[in-house]
């Protein structure tokens, strides 16, 4: 059982940011050494704070006028709307299938310091 430190607990819901910059990009690929490459990629570039592999998912969708059904690892990385276009343009040099999934959904609240990580570790870097 969960028990909160109610001071620690008021002070949490205080930090916590209800608009942000950050957003969740989700990235499907077609193997594990795809997402392995996409994943160390935009972490090392700074594009993204961090990158999860969700196990093997099945997906179905329309291909060439045919419903088709396949195998695909999911990709969740948390960067900011600014880096979104570099991490974009980073995921389709890295990815196999000709029209990739790249979408992004807005974090609309978060703790204020995890937004800031997210912020911070994204960062372009002076020479980069």
Do not use: K
């Not at 909160?4 to 942000?20: A, G, K």
């Not at 999860?52 to 969740?76: C, F, N, R």
């Not at 276009?85 to 999934?101: F, G, H, K, N, T």
Request: hydrophobic share 40%; charged share 25%.
């Amino acid at each position: 059982m969960l028990v909160r430190n109610p001071s620690n607990w008021e002070q949490t819901v205080s930090m916590i940011e209800n608009i942000s910059d950050c957003i969740e990009v989700r990235v499907t690929a077609g193997s594990r050494d795809e997402t392995d490459r996409i994943c160390s990629a935009v972490v090392e570039h700074r594009l993204a704070a961090r990158a999860q592999i969700v196990a093997p998912i099945e997906s179905t969708y329309w291909w060439a006028g045919e419903v088709q059904h396949s195998g695909e690892w999911l990709l969740l990385m948390t960067t900011t709307t600014e880096r979104f276009e570099d991490l974009a343009r980073c995921v389709r040099e890295l990815r196999s299938y000709e029209v990739p999934q790249i979408i992004a959904v807005a974090l609309v609240a978060g703790t204020a310091d995890y937004l800031e990580w997210i912020r911070r570790e994204t960062a372009p870097r002076s020479g980069a």
